[in-house]
């Protein structure tokens, strides 16, 4: 059994621009998820929205209203450890795999199909190995400054840096993340709200250790499986393939190139730099993406 603290609800009252219902999935050992659900339950298209770390599914919030305006459903989750979920209190209860996990069994009890996926930071590590698991239930792939490592090349050195740095901090620094990795001040209220799940250090274990585990060696435990992702689905994927990276993101730089060489579906798409994104593009361009998205998917239907 894991051992989980949920955070107290009275911590997300009165977030500033955050006005949806939550809604809660009860999985293994009790943990429960916690999803946003905006729009049509009867839309034809289903957008697919998933965050990193240490962020949550705030960061969605500028998104999702045009998103819905223009007719589609938005499912927006919080990773185990992040937003509303629960957050087992033990690093070592978190794994790569078992956030793939816990996300499928979110997937299974939607049980939809034809998604649109968009995916940054850990959304994307997470979210491109349920599309390897499930390729049918998925339409389009939108990526945004996230990758699929598979442990076989050198990170970047940003990359390095952030790791060591999030094992040397002794109170994981939810705030200096999220504003050291956007490129416009962020309000003190937003700020609050990246702080809203982690009421002390007791809530922050999936936040610190998250990093850690990126693969970063060609024997990690999860490289094989995004090696078998990459040959088996993503390199045969023909179905449409969109980057959105920032240009002032110096985590994933060049990522989008890899997606432009290995995937089929990536060819000839309108691929775009965004202007004046950092790492958390979406608090820096969220109705700029939301508007690449709906005409991406007005201008590749189904």
Known sequence: MIDYINTPEERFQELDDYPFDANYLTIQDGMRVHYIDEGPKDASEVILLMHGEPSWSYLYRTMIPPLVAAG????????IGFGKSSKPKKQEDYTYARHILWMQELLDHLNISGYTFFGQDWGGLIGLRLIANQPGAF???VVSNTM????????????????????KVEQFPVE????????????????????APFPNDDYTAGAKIFPMLVPTTPDDPESQNNRDAWQNVLSKWTKPLLTLF?????????????????????????????????????????????????EFIHNHPK
């Open 176 to 195: 200096f993340v999220l504003q050291g990795a956007t490129t416009t001040e962020l309000p003190d209220e937003v700020l609050k709200a990246y702080r």
């Open 148 to 167: 699929l490592p598979t442990g076989d090349h050198t990170p970047p050195e940003a990359f390095i840096k952030w790791q060591k740095f999030s094992q």
């Open 246 to 294: 920032g240009d002032k993101d110096p985590v994933t730089a060049g990522g989008d190139r890899v997606f432009h060489k290995l995937v089929p579906g990536a060819k000839g798409m309108p691929h775009t730099t965004i202007e004046g994104g950092g790492h958390f593009i979406q608090e820096d361009k969220g109705p700029e993406l939301a508007g690449h998205i709906i």
């Open 72 to 79: 589609f459903r938005c499912i927006a989750p919080d990773l």
């Open 139 to 141: 339409s389009r792939i």
